[in-house]
């Protein structure tokens, strides 16, 4: 249990590391023909699955904050078994890629991620030329074949991490690939992989997202690389900020590809206001509290926090996009219902949308966290304007993500 009184956003944090850019530079860096450098790292559960993963497909990794890689070994083993956690792109990026490594791949999960549907999934291998056997209770899979196929067809209505992990192996194929995409949601991440495959040294072409054309026969470079300051945990302190007060916030990049930056256009369509001064972020409150709209559809991960901001409108703001929000760490559509129940807020549904009827005010409560970490930091900031304090049942899920995050907002 955690206890969080009412407080008044004044702070100034270094934000944490970025998990979604951190999570691909690993893979790269296992890619990599020499050595990689990556700097700025953290220790959420996540990103240690992946650093398991590297060890475990052959790569020396050491250090802490700055983590420094030995590349692969170049023989392919008869098999090997790797342990996601419950890392949704874990699963999915490292799918194809530990294939290039290991003739036969079992895949173990746990938490929430064995729960999760994979039949978007193993059709994705299955097109890509990848056989899975699946366990009657799901896990482990066990992968076997080759990333064989010169045109992959998915369908990328469900996620978009599997094609960062094609996107990621197929450079490293003794042929070209062709990846043809349909219904592609979170293009932003896209954008992201595609950056930091580009900063390893490879360019991937694209059509409108539709077709991308991948080169055989590549190498990756290994580097000294720096990570980012992560936007999505970025973004709970600029709406504490938004809501209550004010924040400085070191460590994020102006001009990133991170899709939770977003959060900077709705802040603004709430009333708050920004600048960037002398690289850092400064975020103040809103005097109007407006409420606003937004399609999730590229940027799922920030429905909690903006259901924060939503109930300290004065209006009603609209969510549209949330068949999204079904299959991450919890339901989060039906675990946000519940918080706003708790808290005494309205909210109205129909077809992908909801709008939530934002009054300002907010009552105190005892929040299930259904071990989802976007749900507890949510909870945590509505502890800024809420009139009583607000309980989490289980705080130490936010250790998924962003292991800092309570004692970064001192409470």
């Known amino acids: 249990m955690k206890r969080i009184d009412s407080f008044i956003f004044n702070h100034t944090i270094e934000v944490n590391s970025s998990k979604s850019h951190l999570q691909r530079a690993l893979a790269l860096s296992l890619l990599a023909e020499n050595k990689t450098t990556l700097i700025g790292c953290d220790q959420s559960r996540d990103v240690k699955a992946c650093k398991q993963i590297l060890r475990d497909l052959g790569c020396e990794v050491g250090g802490s904050n700055t983590l420094h890689i030995k590349s692969r070994q170049q023989k392919k083993l008869e ?42 999934l193993v059709d994705s291998l299955h097109k890509s030329g990848i056989q899975v056997e699946q366990s009657t209770s799901i896990f482990p899979l066990i992968l076997t074949g080759e990333l064989s196929s010169k045109e992959i067809y998915l369908d990328g209505n469900f996620s978009s991490q599997i094609l960062t992990g094609l996107l990621i192996s197929t450079p490293l194929l003794p042929h070209d690939t062709t990846i043809f995409v349909e219904n592609l949601t979170s293009k932003p991440y896209i954008d992201l992989t595609l950056e930091i495959i580009r900063d390893f040294g490879i360019d991937i072409l694209h059509e409108n997202y539709e077709r991308f054309e991948v080169k055989g026969n590549q190498e990756y470079v290994g580097q000294i690389y720096q990570i980012e300051g992560d936007w999505s945990g970025a973004a709970n302190h600029i709406v504490g900020a938004a809501i209550s007060g004010n924040v400085h916030l070191l460590g994020l990049q102006e001009k990133s ?21 002398d690289g850092n972020l400064i975020v103040s409150k809103s005097e109007i509290k407006q409420p606003f709209s937004i399609d999730l559809t590229d940027y799922p991960d920030l429905f909690p926090i903006l259901s924060i901001l939503a109930c300290s409108a004065s209006g009603t703001s609209s969510f549209t996009g949330t ?56 909870a945590s900031i509505a502890a800024c304007f809420s009139s009583s304090f607000i309980e989490l049942d289980n705080p130490y899920c936010i250790d998924k993500s962003y292991p800092g995050f309570l004692n970064d907002l001192k409470i």
């Open 79 to 120: 098999q090997v078994e790797i342990f996601v956690g419950e890392s949704g792109l874990a699963l999915r990026m490292f799918s194809p890629i530990a294939k290039l490594f290991s003739k036969t791949v079992i895949i173990h999960a746990e938490g929430s991620l064995i729960f999760r549907p994979i039949d978007s």
């Open 257 to 277: 590809k991170q899709p939770d930056r977003y959060v900077l256009n709705v802040i603004q369509d709430f009333g708050a206001r920004y600048e960037w001064k």
């Open 323 to 378: 068949n999204r929000l079904i299959y991450k760490e919890s339901n989060r559509l039906e675990t946000v219902k519940e918080m706003l129940t708790v808290f005494g807020v309205k909210y109205t549904l129909s077809e992908n949308k909801i709008d939530i009827h934002g009054t300002g005010n907010i009552c105190g409560g005892k929040i299930h966290c259904h071990n989802d970490h976007r749900i507890a930091m949510a």
